[in-house]
């Protein structure tokens, strides 16, 4: 391996994460191979203890931007792309860590499969308490058809994202990362699937991917419009629909919106979907105001 020449560079984008920031750094710096380059992007508008850990963090490799205006997470990421001197990119939410032998898998795979321009691993999901590997199946994951069954930020070549046109800024609501390795299936450009774990990620609430739920059916069908190619099989367009009614459905159903999750549930079934909260959400649809209101109160006892 070149001992000397960098390859790849980890962007850390970060807004309100507080000392999570400075635990994501400190798994960059600790990494065991230190042949890597680092970009850190301060949103506009982020607390001031963020900022403080922030201006704290220091180091030969590493650049830092500190934005005035709140341009979100899929801007700033673009910027750190955009900004990497490396012909490989990798994005670390600042909410998140990289395990210590990242670096070391990725620059190994670069090396010995020069003609890839993307690499996915596995990722371990954790919170204080419990942690999970979850498995898929790469870049022909059938889940990919409603969802990313693997983590959005793994490495890519920085000339791939520019070439197929980066993040749509359709989605940076939310769905730009499931947007764009679309778009990395259907241009059938080479990559490489690692059985190590290469990312690990905080579960959390009220991130991007969880805040539009409620919106999913309607950008269900800009991907399905967007992506011909990739939903010409029927079964991917009923199971990208079953799934984005489903979603939306237990959406309203927990902010207590029951007469919109009855419809959203309806359609869901209507492509396919036997679930049984999907079931359960049509029951409660069907019931008198007052059977429902106990069952609500039932369940908050």
Not at 69 to 86: D, Q, V
Not at 158 to 166: C, D, H, I, Q, V
Request: glycine share 6%; hydrophobic share 35%; aromatic share 12%.
């Amino acid at each position: 391996m070149n001992k000397h020449r960098k390859l790849i560079t980890i962007g850390i984008t970060a807004f309100n994460e507080k000392e999570f920031l400075l635990e994501a750094w400190n798994s960059v710096v600790n990494q065991s191979d230190n042949n890597w380059e680092a970009i850190m992007i301060l949103d506009g508008g982020a607390d001031r203890e963020t900022q403080k850990i922030f201006e704290s963090i220091s180091h030969d490799s590493l650049i830092k931007i500190n934005l005035v205006k709140n341009k979100g997470p899929y801007f700033t990421r673009s910027l750190a792309i955009e900004n990497a001197k490396t012909d490989w990119y990798c994005h670390l939410d600042a909410d998140d860590r990289i395990p210590i032998n990242m670096v070391r898998h990725i620059n190994k795979a670069i090396n010995d499969f020069p003609d890839i321009d993307f690499i996915i691993g596995s990722s371990l999901y954790f919170d204080n308490i419990n942690f999970q590997v979850k498995n898929h199946q790469g870049i022909l994951d059938n889940r990919l058809a409603y969802t990313l069954p693997f983590n959005g930020q793994s490495p890519i070549k920085k000339e791939l994202f520019n070439r197929l046109g980066g993040f749509n800024k359709d989605f940076f609501r939310g769905g730009a990362d499931w947007e764009f390795w679309l778009k990395v299936v259907e241009s059938k450009n080479k990559g490489k699937r690692l059985h190590q774990i290469i990312y690990e990620r905080r579960y959390r609430q009220n991130n991007v991917g969880s805040s539009w739920l409620n919106r999913r059916p309607e950008n269900a069908l800009k991907m399905i419009k967007m992506h011909p190619q990739f939903f010409k099989d029927q079964k991917r367009t009923k199971l990208c629909l079953s799934k984005a009614y489903e979603l939306a459905a237990r959406e309203f159903k927990r902010i207590g919106s029951r007469k919109e999750a009855y419809k959203l549930a309806l359609k869901a079934k209507e492509f396919g979907n036997k679930k049984q909260n999907i079931e359960n959400i049509i029951q409660e649809g069907k019931m008198s105001f007052w059977r429902y209101k106990l069952r609500r109160l039932g369940r908050l006892l």
